[in-house]
């Protein structure tokens, strides 16, 4: 299955004007044959501090692009969205969007208290795996399905919420939003991800640059992207440059595969 990393700028806490910023790449991934295509965190506003602004309902209009775009391109769409849900706690939610309308959400379990994220957005407590499949695989033979687990940035950093998952999936996707200051951080961890649970990762980082914050006395964070896809054995299949479309094939097979000559989960162990 074609897996597209949508490497994109945005408008700051300007999510219409996102929606047809983002539109001709999600289109251009379509083109390519991308089955599940991936944006970045906080995609259509920015990786604001300020929900009363930017945050939207469950369903709202960021989702709804989402899925629209699903349905047209007859793809996954999977990006995060600061969203306020029903019991009114802001919290930022990684969608995934089906073709068929179906909509999966994932709270983000470590908000980034670097950044105050938590003083404003609910923790998740709960993971989520999402069964993607119908297509036919890279080789020929039957259709293959693909286990997606989704993360959200900051959670790249914390081993344990990985390695939960890793029996029960082939691809990690993490939207992010993660600053060129810290951008060696960002790339050697999705290298570790895969190689620790033998999976692919598919990390999408934003590019550009972030408003000034004069009220915290900061300057606005730059985002040099890197985002990448890499296979189980830690060698990338595809890096974008700039804001930019890449792809790459993933194979549950090859997961499989990996796992069967290097059997390296079956001797985890938890210490006490």
């Known amino acids: ?131 993607i499949g119908g297509h036919r695989a890279t080789s020929g033979g039957a259709s293959e399905t693909l286990r997606v687990t989704t993360f959200v940035c900051y959670d790249l950093r914390f081993a344990d919420e990985f390695w939960q998952r890793a029996r029960d999936t082939d691809v990690y996707v993490i939207p992010a939003n993660w600053p060129q200051q810290r951008v060696e951080h960002w790339k050697a961890l999705l290298r570790a991800r895969a190689i620790e649970n033998q999976a692919y990762v598919v990390g999408v980082n934003r590019v550009g640059t972030e408003p000034d914050r004069p009220e915290r006395g900061e300057r606005g964070a730059t985002y040099s992207g890197d985002s990448a896809i890499i296979d189980p054995l830690g060698v990338t299949l595809a890096a974008p440059v700039g804001e930019q479309v890449a792809i790459a094939e993933v194979d549950p097979r090859v997961v499989r595969e990996v796992r069967e000559r290097f059997p390296f989960l079956a001797d985890r162990r938890r210490v006490r």
């Open 1 to 131: 299955m074609k897996v597209a990393i949508v490497q994109h700028d945005l408008v700051w806490e300007d999510a219409a004007a996102t929606h047809e910023h983002v539109r001709p790449l999600i289109a251009d991934a379509a083109r390519q044959g991308a089955k599940i295509i991936v944006l970045s965190e906080m995609y259509a506003t920015g990786f604001s501090m300020h929900p009363e602004r930017i945050a939207e309902p469950e369903g709202g209009p960021s989702e709804r692009f989402l899925r629209e775009q699903a349905h047209e391109h007859d793809a996954h769409l999977i990006a995060s969205i600061a969203q306020q849900g029903p019991d009114g706690a802001y919290r930022n939610n990684a969608i995934v969007a089906a073709p068929d309308g179906t909509v999966h959400r994932y709270a983000k379990i470590h908000p980034f208290s670097y950044a105050r994220e938590h003083e404003h957005y609910a923790a998740g407590t709960d993971f989520l795996t999402v069964d």
